[in-house]
């Protein structure tokens, strides 16, 4: 593995399913903070067939992506010892 590897993997988006009554049916992304689209039933249901049927939508955000949080580390440290 090399020092700046740090794991970034983007699986083309993050669904949070809304269920009535819980919090992500009335809470909503702060502005600028990047893509994110409500759902309606219908929709979410077509990214995510087999969710409990009580879900009501749900936010959809489409460039969500992740790192390894243990390569991060590395790629800091390798970067600091790097930069004195």
Known sequence: MEPW????????????????GDA?????????S???YWLDEIQVR????????????????????SVDARRLTCSLRAACVGAG
């Open 5 to 20: 590897e740090t794991g970034f993997h983007c699986t083309g988006g993050f669904l949070a399913p809304a269920f009535a």
């Open 24 to 32: 992500v049916a009335t809470w909503s992304p702060q502005p600028n």
């Open 34 to 36: 990047g893509k994110a």
């Open 46 to 65: 077509e990214l995510e067939p087999m969710l409990h049927p009580n879900v009501i939508g749900g936010w959809w955000f489409p460039e969500d992506a």
